[in-house]
């Protein structure tokens, strides 16, 4: 969930420029324009924002699902719980509509779980993003990312922003972390579809890893 009434902006694309809507209250925590900012421009590198499906769950004021309409995604799926921030979602995705004369964003007013288990059996995403609420615990968390890995497309990227303090989050079969950074209180995991199966031979020899790319780790 994106938290205060900090303004924000659209950064970059067809609406760039545009001043979002904030949530107002201090319940939902928004990803602030420099974090928002340097997680687009390794997307960016990734290749994987136009032309996307993507998804933001707990979208909190949907700042990272209308960026992403923003620089060319074909669709994007905002779910918000909170009847307040699903309000805000909505302003917010008909401002990019609006630019795009087309509805390209859409609004979920909706648990994430209960999306998730309703979701067809065919519904892929190429971009997903989560920033759950603080108080959300690991199980919690593990529970939801097991329901996305069978929603994912091949070479999608899975993001999620927690709090520097808090562990890792446990990767379900069918998804692997391939990189993270730290922007002061904030952490960004990144998580891609994985291999399901054994283990590998722990004798075998690891192929070099590209510097940064999806499909390979590249830590802080």
Same mark, same amino acid.
Request: charged share 25%; hydrophobic share 40%.
């Given at each position: ?123 892929? @995403? ?44 446990? @990767? ?49």
């Amino acid at each position: 969930m994106h938290r205060g009434a900090a303004m924000s902006r659209i950064i970059a694309g067809a609406a760039g420029g545009t001043p979002l809507v904030s949530v107002p209250g201090s319940l939902t925590r928004p990803t602030t324009d420099r974090v928002k900012e340097a997680l687009f421009s390794r997307l960016d590198a990734f290749e994987v924002v136009g032309d996307a499906r993507v998804l933001d769950l707990y979208a909190g004021s949907g700042s990272l699902g209308v960026e992403s309409a923003s620089r060319g995604a074909e669709s994007v799926d905002l779910v918000e719980f909170d009847a307040k921030a699903s309000e805000v979602c909505q302003r917010n995705a008909d401002l990019v509509n609006t630019v795009a004369r087309r509805k390209v964003v859409s609004v979920h007013r909706s648990k994430v779980e209960s999306f998730l288990e309703r979701t067809g059996e065919a519904v892929r @995403w190429d971009l997903v993003f989560l920033d759950p609420p603080y108080p959300l615990d690991e199980p919690a968390l593990a529970a939801v990312l097991a329901k996305l890995a069978q929603h994912l497309a091949e070479g999608a990227v899975v993001v999620v922003e927690r709090s520097s303090r808090t562990p890792e989050p446990g @990767w379900p079969d069918g998804m692997e972390r391939f990189a993270e950074r730290k922007y002061g209180e904030t952490r960004l995991w990144f998580a891609e579809p994985g291999v399901e199966g054994p283990e590998p031979d722990a004798a075998a020899q690891p192929a070099p890893e590209p510097e940064d790319q999806p499909g390979d780790y590249a830590g802080d």
